[in-house]
């Protein structure tokens, strides 16, 4: 067989090895086995009996305003400028961008200039000269141009990769935002409640107070024991010992409040550390459903996109067992400054370049770790997506039993309070030694701190339900990958 032909067969077995090759690596989808695609996790929440809760209501965008509040809508715009954990996550997300553009811009046409001007010395001896060469002006300039083929998908799946990475991070990013409108939320509900504590408890002293007063002229009138004015002298005393701890948790949730705007403690809005009344809902809780929920928080999509990420690196190492190949082509000059651009100092090449680093058992290693890291990023994603579930429903049973507390304790109250009214006008009048009264009083400051601090702490559970059902961002779901089902 000719030359010729030997050309023609080898040009024809590399066009054909070329049009072999392929995209390296599984293509990513969710796996149909994953947590997230099973009907129960997308089904709706066990009802909990709750008549504050919507089960088939969704979330809004912006769910503080549901308590047409005013100050807290204004305390979480600030947040959200100003908060320097933010600013951290933006920082974060911003570089992911770039290592994604950085990505993006790998393979294809690369591009190459070199110029320099020298004055040398040249070792005679080299030449093998017996006498010492002249100092010479040299010049060189190169300009080249290649392209490298991403024929096994190599370049291709970094940059899903890349792009997956930086998903996740915007992922984090809402997630940083969920959890800080709830802190936000939840420090000017503490506050709020702190102060209605504080009333009451400082309710509580005074007609305490003036029970001892009458207790005093009592006993000047005659008609009193010192054992009962010693009895109403312990109870003030207790009554004054629980409003340092209340004004402490005042405080502590001030200085969280301004920490989170990014302000120094003490600088807080006007009128923020005087809240008397916490904001309360209007209208029963939206919680959608489990479909809703595994589509809209941002740990799942976190989660998804860590999934994607680690399937996109076994085809990067996958693709370590293939030949890079390039194209180059240079044109340039080198010689004597004064012969520079003369046809003897210009000089040309161009051709193909293969390099391939012939696999071996740690490249084998490399395809199995990534494998094991996808395998990982699923078994996280199934926890994440399983723990999402258990949090909300946790959640949901708690509201509704801290709701029902809240209606027995305010049953309680009320009764409490007649109780201690009636109690009162019996020892005024005589009729009843000054102990049934003490311990009546004593019921309604129990009763009243009680029912305040469960007031709070069903503020609490909203919060932290509104937190669990990661609202507030799920419009940016399509810009952080939303989770796809296997086809």
């Not at 066990?46 to 209501?57: E, K, L, R, S």
């Not at 408890?201 to 008609?223: C, F, K």
């Not at 010192?226 to 109403?232: I, K």
């Not at 049973?397 to 009764?415: H, N």
């Amino acid at each position: 067989m000719n030359r010729p032909a030997l050309h023609r067969i080898g040009f024809a077995l590399a066009l054909t090895s070329l049009a072999a090759c392929r995209t390296v690596g599984p293509d990513y989808a969710v796996p149909t086995d994953a947590a997230f695609q099973r009907t129960e996790a997308n089904a709706a929440f066990i009802d909990t009996g709750n008549v504050q809760v919507a089960p088939g209501a969704e979330l809004p965008p912006r769910w503080w305003e549901l308590y047409q509040d005013a100050t807290l809508n204004g305390l979480v715009e600030q947040a959200l400028r100003d908060n320097v954990e933010l600013k951290v996550a933006d920082a974060n997300l911003r570089r992911a961008a770039a290592v994604y553009e950085q990505a993006l811009d790998a393979g294809g046409f690369e591009y190459e200039a070199e110029a320099g001007v020298s004055r040398a010395q040249l070792s005679a001896e080299s030449f093998l000269l017996e006498h010492e060469l002249p100092p010479i002006n040299l010049a060189d300039g190169k300009f080249a141009v290649s392209y490298q083929f991403d024929l096994f998908g190599k370049l291709k799946r970094a940059s899903e990769a890349a792009r997956a990475d930086e998903q996740a991070t915007a992922a984090a990013m809402d997630l940083a935002r969920v959890s800080l409108v709830a802190q936000v939320a939840g420090s000017y509900v503490e506050i709020c409640h702190a102060n209605h504590e504080l009333h009451v408890a400082e309710h509580s002293l005074q007609l305490q107070q003036r029970s001892r007063t009458v207790t005093e002229r009592l006993i000047a009138a005659g008609r009193g024991t010192p054992p009962e004015l010693a009895r109403a002298n312990a109870q003030v005393a207790l009554l004054e010992a629980a409003l340092p701890p209340l004004r402490a948790q005042r405080s502590a949730a001030a200085y969280s409040l301004a920490a989170l705007l990014g302000q120094t403690p003490g600088q807080l809005p006007a009128g923020v550390i005087d809240c008397a009344h916490a904001p309360s809902l209007a209208q029963p809780l939206p919680v959608g459903d489990g479909r809703a929920l595994l589509q809209r928080r941002p740990d799942i999509r976190q989660a998804e996109r860590k999934l994607a990420s680690a399937t996109a690196r076994i085809g990067v190492a996958t693709a370590e067992l293939y030949p890079d190949i390039r194209l180059g082509a240079s044109v340039g000059a080198a010689g004597l400054l004064e012969d520079f651009g003369t046809p003897m100092t210009q000089q040309w090449s161009i051709g193909p370049l293969i390099s391939w680093t012939l696999p071996s058992s740690g490249t084998h290693a490399r395809i199995h770790a990534a494998e094991a890291g996808a395998d990982a990023a699923l078994a996280e994603f199934d926890h994440t997506v399983l723990q999402a579930l258990r949090e909300t429903q946790t959640a949901l049973d708690r509201y509704a039993q801290d709701l029902r507390r809240l209606q027995s304790l305010s049953t309680a109250q009320e009764q409490a309070a007649l109780a201690a009214e009636q109690n009162r006008r019996l020892y005024q009048g005589g009729r009843t030694p000054y102990l049934s009264s003490l311990d009546a009083d004593r019921s309604l400051a129990t009763s009243d701190a009680t029912l305040a601090a469960a007031e709070a702490q069903v503020s609490r559970d909203q919060i932290h339900l509104f937190l669990v059902l990661g609202g507030g961002w799920q419009a940016s779901t399509a810009a952080a990958g939303t989770p796809t089902a296997a086809k």
